[in-house]
């Protein structure tokens, strides 16, 4: 595409009311859109299907008001999105960089 990047930028995040936490900030020569979907980066089935599996992880033990349900839970998803965040950069390596932003790990004091 005419004026993308050099590199690129897919963000890793979990957002309500998505089905993919996955992210890009268009440019004016560069419009991806905001929302992005594995498809659009062309991973691999495996790597897709562990992304939907710790997005589903947060949707059923993370809520807004009252955080994670339990310490396992919310360990358990840093973990895993540790392990999505190297396997996506590996995948993308030849035109993007990731930015892992695990935000429901912060303290609300953070």
């Known amino acids: 595409m005419k004026g993308a ?3 690129r930028v897919i963000r ?7 089905d993919w936490p996955l992210w890009e900030n268009s440019t004016p020569t560069w419009d ?4 992005t ?8 089935d495996d790597l897709t299907r562990h992304i939907a599996e710790w997005n589903a992880l947060w949707n059923a ?3 807004p008001f009252d955080g994670w349900k339990d310490d396992a839970a919310r360990e358990r998803w840093r973990e ?7 396997r996506l950069a590996a995948e993308v390596a030849d035109f993007a ?3 892992y932003e695990p935000w429901p790990l912060l303290s609300p004091d953070e």
């Open 5 to 7: 990047p050099a590199r």
């Open 97 to 99: 960089d990731v930015s």
């Open 80 to 86: 895993e999105g540790v392990a999505i965040a190297g």
């Open 61 to 63: 033990n993370f809520d």
């Open 32 to 35: 991806v859109g905001y929302t």
């Open 12 to 18: 890793l995040f979990p957002e309500y009311g998505r």
């Open 37 to 44: 979907t594995p498809e659009m980066y062309g991973l691999s």
